[in-house]
């Protein structure tokens, strides 16, 4: 089992960046998938990005590649998300959320129902 804590979320300009951590207990984070999804007010949770265990691959919904970036560190129970050239339409919830490792290899990566884990979630708000 595995517990996520979400920070660094905030209030930020058009054009702006953030850096959102995610810090878990358990000894066990470096054997899981980790993603980051967002739910903006109305609407369905997001995937956004996904990383494998070994930090060996990466992966972005096309709305946010080439601005985010999704990185690792199994030292520190530490899962991290670059945010840069921020639009006001990124403004969500964003969420980490831990899986199996083979949801990599299966493609199964951007599905919600796929991650057994969840944090409880930190405000990223976007202003024009």
């Known amino acids: 089992q595995v517990q996520l804590v979400e920070s660094g979320g905030g209030l930020v300009q058009a054009g702006g960046s953030l850096r959102l951590s995610c810090t878990a207990s358990g000894r066990t984070f470096s054997t899981y998938t980790m993603g980051w999804f967002r739910q903006a007010p109305g609407k369905e949770r997001e995937f956004v990005a996904a990383i494998s265990w070994s930090a060996s691959r990466t992966y972005y919904s096309d709305s946010v590649k080439g601005r985010f970036t999704i990185s690792r560190d199994n030292t520190k129970n530490t899962l991290y998300l670059q945010m840069n050239s921020l639009k006001p339409e990124d403004t969500a919830v964003f969420y980490c959320?831990?899986?199996?490792?083979?949801?990599?290899?299966?493609?199964?990566?951007?599905?919600?129902?796929?991650?057994?884990?969840w944090g409880q979630g930190t405000q990223v708000t976007v202003s024009s």
């Open positions: 959320a831990a899986g199996r490792s083979d949801i990599m290899v299966t493609a199964r990566f951007n599905r919600v129902n796929e991650y057994n884990y």
